[in-house]
């Protein structure tokens, strides 16, 4: 599985921003995708992640401010941020589980920086 990454950039805090994540093949051969991210000096985290089926799930530091969602046409995920803040700044890294392996394929990261 190929990934393509994109839109990050310099956001205010408080503002907006969405990511997307287009993906080499159609949905139905992933188990799952979404978004870890990595701060300078820390270790990756997770961020978000949708199913096959549609179901999402969100760290609990996002919870309610980002939304992850897909469009199965374009074999694309997206990432909302809302009201980012400063500690969101992290390179965003997607990632794609394929059914076949059920081992994680990682797009090339966008970088968010969100100023105060």
């Known amino acids: 599985v190929q990934l393509q990454a994109s839109g990050g950039g310099l956001v205010e805090a408080g503002g907006s921003l969405r990511l997307s994540c287009a993906a080499s093949v159609p949905f139905f051969v992933i188990n799952d995708m979404g978004w870890y991210r990595q701060s300078p000096g820390k270790q990756r985290e997770w961020v978000a992640s949708i199913t096959s089926g549609g179901n999402t799930n969100y760290a609990d530091l996002v919870k309610g401010r980002f939304t992850i969602s897909r469009d199965g046409a374009k074999n694309t995920v997206y990432l909302q941020m809302n009201s980012p803040k400063p500690d969101d700044t992290a390179v965003y890294y997607c990632?794609?589980?394929?059914?076949?392996?059920?081992?994680?394929?990682w797009g090339q990261g966008t970088l968010v920086t969100v100023s105060s």
């Open positions: 990632y794609a589980r394929p059914r076949a392996t059920m081992i994680n394929s």
